[in-house]
């Protein structure tokens, strides 16, 4: 394999460097390091990061290729900077037994865009009902060591305590989706001011904050480590602090979307703006850009939900919930955590990439940018300004809530073990 | 462009005053109750805004000449206008039809100024709507010509030739604090 | 510019004043031999019904007939739509048809906005009552009531609502007519007051320009009019209120609470009435209860409406007036 000289990049926000990639590894850091016989990039005031991580990513397939498959939504994550992404469970047939997990691990492979790292269902079918064959996933080619229902809670309070009691065999982790089922029936947005004006079925922040309550409870309880995806309120980081603090084996997760967007948007009755949880008050959005900052929320994940177009181009509450997220999320990251100074970008690589690897085990992954380590990288241009068009996305939907809107930095160069996958903002 | 304030010609005259609009209704009253034959069936109907005052003023005289109470009413054109299209729906007026109706009666429409006849055919479809009467007649205060449809007026207080460039007010006490017919300038488009 | 109606939040006071008034002018044309205004002659209006409202949907087709325009009734049951066709493919195929307006009723909240604002149609959208979300021409129907018996007929032209004391009674979380009417009724000045159990009221209702009582028994003797909303008995099972005589108990209207309004005060009811559990026979068959005049007073309102919205170029209302800015 040939090599690759990275000129005068910024390692993690820091002075400018040089890094040469030989084969799949990180030769050299350093400066003034001559380029011989390696393609060179001019990397001048550019960032480089290790390459991102995505702990929650629906790339649909197998059973929803309209909207997305484990091809375009890899081509969409080398795209976004992302080296290896974690595919929600579900899917149709649902992630739930070894044999569909196997299937889109072996097409992550086979696309070669990004390590696909699927996740198991915790349930049979995501009924909430019946454990699903853990144990089976994790022994599997795919190697399973997340579990998630996610689209759905697990809201059984014994199913909950068991799947935390039982990965513990193997080290894995329950990754909830915290909605209280009841207390959310007919839920159309969040619940507050703008709920009640537009008469659409409100979505409480106790909802979630409640099964998150629970949740840290359990894994205390039962010394287990949980995982709680897409946190969306003030409520919910509270808790989260107060579980750390506690000594409770807690990570949680928060969206790009909720750290930029508000249910103020709702206003437009446009469902691209429709996703669960739902878009918050400005209050929630201040709350979690703080809490991403001071780590008690540890990692940013997309929940990249793409959608066929017809699923959105209709009245809010037939449209479908969720919106794509894996080209944009770096930006808006750039925009809500670095630009406001709450961030720096060795920061950023640790909440998009080191933290992420960790708790998923995606190995080789979150690594430092140094000598040995394997060339998983990500550069990007912070000075580039643009206006978001899904026209120009990799993944196989638009249903963006950012079209139209500038966003600051853009991704131009992902290398997934040495291979260029995305090259000057091009899919390689 | 000229200098003139454009909000105000300055150069508007009265053509009739007062007095002179007092005599000219009660010439036209006495005019109906001679081809009216005592006016014994005729319902006055004033298209408004200023033919309902003059109708009113009308039925006073008719009233005092022939010693009976005159229906008088009002009839809204604003829905049978031509240029309905044209502009922003405008309010309504009121159309008022005095209790026994129109139907084989003598309907005198009343309005201040006859001008191209498109008003006087909008009433006569209003007219159509409400029900049939025994024949229509129309007093005008002013007819100014420049006809555009094939109508004319019965009972004219003032024929008054004016030229396209000319506008015709009409002024009365209910609604302006005076009566008078001015004739003033168009002003010059902007 | 605004070309639709959407929400009673989009009428400015003029604007609605207008459209009362001009309401007043079509009620006359009820009492004429031939009810009939040419106004909306060789335009096509289609009721786009996805939602079972018989009432509505004679109102405003009345509304359209006596305006003179043509009506294309389409109702979603038994048709396409039944079948998966979306609202988008609708009002496309309709308005491929000549549609030149579209009245819509939806139960999906925001379905007229979206129809309104996505771009699918070109023709100007009425909303028609949308999920729990509005129901502009209702509350105007409502205020038009109010303000006849309240101010009078020909003394309330060109008036408001000012300090008039309205209460709404009943489900206001699932209720458009209640949404439409604080909007409204705020607009022309009117001090609005909410009662219901806690468990009818929605989240967020503190920003609303209006009080919230839990008390009815203490509002009524301050209530120039009293709109009971109407309480499905669904609602009973999902536990918004204990049985169906705890809630006439505490929120139904009865002879004897109608008793402590004062003499001038109003019952009202968007209907169809639940007899017995929001409101008793005595009370709805009572000189004071205005239901079928609210009936004959939807047909003017929608009349006016129409006409101000469809009747020219461009509507009389619901658009931002531009500012005054024009050279002199």
């Avoid at chain 2, 044209?86 to 003598?106: K, N, Q, S």
């Amino acid at each position: 394999m040939s090599k690759t000289l990275i000129r005068g990049a910024k390692v993690l926000g820091g002075e400018a460097q040089d890094v040469l990639i030989d084969g799949e590894t990180i030769l050299e850091v350093g400066t003034g390091i001559e380029a011989g016989d390696a393609t060179v990039v001019e990397a001048e005031g550019k960032i480089l990061l290790p390459g991102l991580v995505d702990l929650h990513t629906h790339l649909r397939e197998p059973g929803r290729e309209d909207s997305e498959t484990v091809l375009t939504g890899t081509r969409a994550a080398a795209s976004g900077g992302y080296t290896a992404v974690f595919a929600m469970a579900n899917t149709f047939p649902v992630a739930d037994t070894a044999g569909v997990v196997e299937q889109v691990y072996r097409l992550g492979q086979e696309g070669g865009y990004a390590d696909v790292q699927p996740i198991g269902a915790v349930t049979v079918g995501l009924e909430g009902k019946k454990l699903a064959e853990l144990g089976a996933m994790h022994e599997s080619a795919a190697g399973v060591t997340v579990f998630s229902d996610d689209g759905k809670c697990v809201d059984d309070a014994v199913i909950m305590r068991r799947a935390l009691e039982y990965v513990k065999a193997f080290g894995g982790v329950v990754a909830q989706h915290a909605q209280e089922p009841r207390l959310t029936e007919g839920a159309q947005m969040n619940e507050g001011v703008v709920s009640a004006e537009l008469g659409l079925g409100g979505w409480p922040a106790v909802a979630e904050e409640s099964i998150i309550a629970r949740d840290v409870l359990l894994a205390e309880h039962v010394g287990s480590r949980v995982h709680i995806c897409h946190l969306s309120t003030a409520g919910s980081v509270e808790i989260v602090r107060w579980a750390k603090s506690r000594g409770i084996d807690v990570t949680a997760e928060v969206t790009p979307h909720h750290l930029l967007l508000t249910d103020e948007m709702v206003r437009t009755y446009n469902p691209v703006y429709k996703v669960n949880p739902p878009l918050r008050t400005e209050r929630d959005v201040m709350a979690l850009r703080e809490a991403l900052a001071d780590g008690t929320i540890d990692i940013v994940a997309t929940d990249h939900a793409p959608h066929p177009h017809e699923d959105k181009d209709c009245e809010w509450a037939a449209a479908a919930m969720g919106m794509v997220g894996l080209e944009t999320a770096l930006s808006v990251v750039q925009q809500t955590m670095v630009e406001t100074g709450l961030l720096t970008w060795a920061a950023v690589a640790d909440r998009m990439s080191v933290k992420p690897a960790e708790i998923g085990q995606a190995t080789g992954h979150g690594r430092p940018v140094s000598a040995g380590e394997p060339a998983n990288l990500t550069l990007l241009d912070p000075a580039y300004r643009g206006v978001v068009d899904p026209a120009g996305f990799a993944s196989r939907s638009g249903n963006t809530p950012y079209e139209g809107r500038e966003l600051p930095g853009r991704v131009t160069h992902t290398w997934l073990r040495g291979r260029a996958t995305l090259v000057d903002g091009k899919l390689a | 462009m000229d200098s003139h304030d454009t909000n105000e010609p300055d150069v508007a005259r009265p053509v009739l005053e007062g007095p002179d609009i007092a005599r000219v209704l009660t010439r036209i009253a006495h005019e109906i109750v001679e081809r009216a034959k005592g006016a014994e069936d005729v319902v006055l109907l004033g298209i408004p805004t200023r033919g309902v005052f003059l109708a009113r003023r009308l039925a006073e005289k008719l009233e005092e000449i022939t010693g009976r109470s005159i229906p008088v009413g009002s009839l809204d054109i604003t829905m049978y206008r031509d240029d309905l299209r044209m502009h922003p729906p405008r309010a309504l007026a009121r159309t008022e039809i005095p209790g026994d109706g129109i139907d084989g009666r003598l309907v005198v429409l009343v309005d201040d100024v006859l001008f191209s006849g498109r008003t006087i055919r909008a009433a006569l479809d209003g007219l159509n709507d409400i029900g049939r009467p025994r024949a229509v007649q129309l007093a005008v205060l002013v007819d100014r010509g420049h006809r555009e449809l094939p109508i004319r007026a019965d009972y004219v207080g003032k024929n008054l030739p004016t030229s396209l460039r000319e506008t015709v007010k009409v002024q009365l006490a209910e609604e302006d604090g005076r009566d008078a017919v001015l004739l003033g300038a168009k002003p010059a488009s902007a | 510019m605004m070309r639709h109606l959407i929400s009673a939040a989009d009428l400015t006071r003029d604007d609605a004043v207008l459209i009362l008034d001009t309401a007043e002018e079509m009620a006359r044309v009820a009492d004429r031999p031939i009810k009939k205004l040419p106004a909306l002659r060789g335009r096509t209006i289609c009721n786009l019904f996805f939602e079972d409202s018989t009432r509505t949907r004679i109102s405003f087709e009345a509304a359209e007939k006596r305006l003179s325009a043509d009506v294309i009734n389409f109702a979603a049951k038994g048709s396409s739509v039944s079948k998966g066709e979306s609202l988008k493919d609708t009002a496309q195929t309709l308005e491929a048809m000549g549609v030149d307006a579209v009245v819509i009723r939806h139960g999906a909240s925001g379905a007229p906005y979206r129809l309104a604002t996505s771009g699918w149609i070109d023709a100007p959208v009425i909303n028609a009552g949308d999920g729990t979300h509005q129901h502009p021409t209702q509350a105007l129907l409502d205020a038009f009531t109010m303000r006849r018996r309240l101010v009078g007929r020909d003394a309330g032209l060109g008036k408001d609502l000012k300090g008039k004391r309205i209460t709404l009674v009943g489900d206001v979380l699932h209720s458009r007519v209640a949404r439409s009417n604080v909007d409204l009724l705020h607009t022309l000045g009117a001090e609005v007051t909410l009662v219901a159990p806690p468990t009818l009221v929605p989240v967020g209702v503190d920003t609303w320009p209006c009080d919230v009582s839990y008390d009815l028994d203490r509002v009524l003797p301050e209530s120039d009019a009293v709109m009971m909303l109407r309480v499905q008995r669904e609602r009973m099972n999902a536990a918004f209120f204990p049985t169906e005589r705890e809630y006439s108990r505490r929120y139904g209207l009865d002879g004897e609470r109608m008793a402590k309004m004062p003499e001038h005060a109003i019952v009202m009811h968007p209907g169809p009435m639940v007899r017995g559990m929001e409101i008793t026979a005595e009370v709805a068959d009572s000189e004071r209860c205005t239901v079928i005049e609210q009936v004959a007073n939807g047909v003017h309102t929608r009349m006016a409406v129409l006409y101000l919205l469809l009747g020219g170029n461009e509507p009389a209302v619901t658009h931002t007036r531009p500012n005054d800015s024009e050279s002199k």
